[in-house]
Structures are given as C-alpha cells and as structure tokens.
Nanobody
Framework: QVQLEESGGGSVQAGESLTLSCKAL????????VGWFRQPPQKELEVVAV????????YYVDSVKGRFTAARDGDKAAVHLKMKNLKTEDAAMYYC???????????????WGQGTQVTVFS
C-alpha cells in the first residue's frame, strides 16, 4: 500500500501561483494513477486532476484547465500540481490519492494523503 503525503499549500493573493507536491512513501509506481482532489469549506470533494503514472494521459476538471498543470516527477516518486492564476474559488483543502486504475476522473481512490490547505485572498 502506498502512503501519500501532500505539501506546498499556503496563502496567496488571487492571481499568484502555488505548486503542490504529492510524495509517495513507497513506490508510487505501484499505483497506475494519482489524483488531485479538493474540498472547499462546506462543499463536496471534487476531482481536480488525474495523472496516469505512465504519463500517457492527464485529466483536468474544466474549471482548472489552462491554469493547473499536473505532472509526475519520476525520479522523486512524486506528482506535482502547479497552479497559476489562482482564484478565490480555488481555495480548499487539497488531497492526493492513488488508484490501481483510472478512467477520466474515476478510479478506486483508496490511498489518501492528509491534505494541504490552499487559501486564496482577493
């Protein structure tokens, strides 16, 4: 079982950038997919991006397309989420999770990190 650990959250002004990292305490290659999710205050969890570990496909939710970039760092067994032009509506607790399979945003997301907080102020 892969253990995941997020980092990189913080408080930024709208329009600024942040990069989140999801590091695997173990071999991330055991999982076919890593997903980034977020949960704004008093709202439901939503998928942000899904990365196929092979790098062959990346899924993004429409609201972040063109602003967020997810990529695997193979050497460091990590998946990063580069977020630019952040908006106040991007403020949320961000989580990463791994799955043995994925199709679009769907997967068997069993392994989760503890989350990292992103705050965006106007």
């Amino acid at each position: 079982q892969v253990q995941l650990e997020e980092s990189g959250g913080g408080s930024v002004q709208a329009g600024e950038s942040l990069t989140l990292s999801c590091k695997a305490l173990g071999d991330i290659r055991q999982s076919a997919c890593v997903g980034w999710f977020r949960q704004p205050p008093q709202k439901e969890l939503e998928v942000v991006a899904v990365v196929y570990i092979s790098g062959s496909y990346i899924y993004y939710v429409d609201s972040v397309k063109g602003r967020f970039t997810a990529a695997r760092d193979g050497d460091k067994a990590a998946v990063h989420l580069k977020m630019k032009n952040l908006k106040t509506e991007d403020a949320a607790m961000y989580y990463c999770a791994s799955s043995g399979w994925c199709q679009g945003a769907n997967g068997d997301w069993r392994n989760w990190g503890q989350g990292t907080q992103v705050t965006v102020f106007s």
